[in-house]
Each structure stands twice: as structure tokens, then as C-alpha cells.
């Protein structure tokens, strides 16, 4: 059996792996930030069409921060990794089967790492209950668009391509909002995993579409760029 001290320096253990993966559906490649008891993400995808921010609380033993391909560990099936480093390398340790992910030295990398955007627009915040999460995961199709409607107590999600769908949900809030979204990257953004009871859109005119969930361990914010809609 390897020896724990053979893996090199201990940085973490993530008890949710499988949550951390699939919270990550936008990226292929991402700086990871460890430290003051957390794993932070915050990074734009390759387009530059969506921003993903990730808190992960754990207790962090080696503060790091080191850009990976993220394809390379998405592959794992564990729901528990002990995160290691060295020569230059993350080391991800699923009981003795180890993942080893070489540092990536790509500028775009650095560049996509930065501060979320911050919400200054008009705006209004929706709750929705993981039950209708579930039913907007049911009418979401890759290839379509999306639009967003508020009013009156009133959302109404349509499926602005083949206008096949609708779904209308009385959720409370104030004001009159409309954007649109491209599937492709809400299929990526909608989830209702146990640990979250829903999540919260923050609706705009024409303006970046807002996806928060919020548990005691994970915090996510996705911000998805709206469409340009044609007269």
C-alpha cells in the first residue's frame, strides 16, 4: 500500500466530490484557489459567455492556488478524494488510485481567473423550490432558447425556438423583467441535488441571467450571458 507521505503535501479532502464535479459542467480548465478554509473557483468559461463561483467550505491544510484541466478528474467516480501536492501537480487520491493533473501555464487561463461580476443592474430575486427546478431540467434542450418573463407574481419560462413549452410559476418579487438564455448553457446551470432546497434567479432586462444555490458546505453562483434578441 502507498504510503501517504509518498503522495507529496497534503492540501485537503473533499467529502462531496461528486457534487464538486458536477457543479463544474461549464468549465474544461479553472485556477484553484485553497485557502482560509475553502476551495474557491471564480472563472469565466471558454467563451466568455458564463462565470462560474464556487465557495467549497473544508479545512484547507496547504494553501495553494494552481490551474488544472478539469476534464482530467472528471472522470472520477469517488465520492471522496484526498487532494495532494507536488512537483508541480495536483495529486487527487481515491484509496490509493491516484489522478495526477499537471499545473497548466496557459495565460487564458489566468485571464478567465478573476472576481465574479457584480449585480448593478435592475433586477429582481426569484426563489424557486428544487420541485421546480426539476420541472424547468424537464423543458431545457441544449439547442433552444429561453425566455425569462416576470410579472405580477408571475414567471413564465418559454421555449422561445420551437415555442413547444411553457412553464409558469407564481413566485413573489416586484417589477417587470425579461431576458433571454441559451440552453446550452442552462442545462449546466439548473441542478436540484438533496443538499440544496432550490435556488435563486436574479432576472434582469436584457442582462446577465443569475443562478445562486446555497448550502451550509457550497455556495454557487452562475452568471450566463443574455441573448441579443433580433427585432
Not at 504510503?3 to 458536477?22: A, H, R, V, Y
Not at 426569484?126 to 425566455?147: D, E, P, R, S
Not at 440552453?183 to 438533496?194: E, I, S, T
Request: proline share 3%.
Amino acid at each position: 500500500m502507498t504510503s501517504k507521505k509518498s503522495l507529496g503535501t497534503p492540501i485537503c479532502t473533499l467529502s462531496q466530490f461528486q457534487s464538486f464535479i458536477s457543479s463544474l459542467g461549464l468549465l474544461s480548465s479553472a485556477k484553484l484557489h485553497f485557502g482560509n478554509n475553502e476551495l474557491l473557483i471564480h472563472s469565466t468559461e471558454a467563451s466568455n459567455c458564463a462565470f462560474v463561483i464556487m465557495h467549497y467550505r473544508t479545512p484547507i491544510e496547504t494553501p495553494i492556488s494552481i490551474a488544472i484541466d478539469l476534464n482530467n478528474i472528471k472522470g472520477i467516480k469517488a465520492d471522496e478524494i484526498q487532494i495532494y501536492t507536488s512537483n508541480n501537480q495536483l495529486i487527487f487520491n481515491d484509496d490509493g488510485l491516484m489522478y495526477k493533473c499537471a499545473a497548466l501555464s496557459d495565460p487564458n487561463v489566468d485571464k478567465r481567473d478573476r472576481e465574479g461580476p457584480a449585480v448593478k443592474w435592475d433586477h429582481v430575486n426569484l426563489a424557486l423550490t428544487n420541485a421546480h427546478v426539476k420541472k424547468v431540467l424537464t423543458m431545457i434542450n441544449a439547442k433552444n432558447k429561453y425566455n425569462f418573463d416576470f410579472s405580477d407574481n408571475v414567471l413564465t419560462i418559454n421555449d422561445a425556438t420551437d415555442n413547444a413549452m411553457e412553464y409558469i410559476i407564481e413566485v413573489e418579487g416586484s417589477g417587470t423583467f425579461h431576458t433571454q438564455v441559451h440552453g446550452m448553457y442552462l442545462v449546466d446551470v439548473f441542478m436540484a441535488p438533496k443538499y440544496f432546497t432550490g435556488c435563486v434567479i436574479t432576472l434582469g432586462n436584457n442582462t446577465p441571467f443569475k443562478v445562486s444555490y446555497a448550502c451550509e458546505w457550497l455556495t454557487l453562483d452562475y452568471f450566463v450571458a443574455p441573448m441579443i434578441e433580433q427585432d
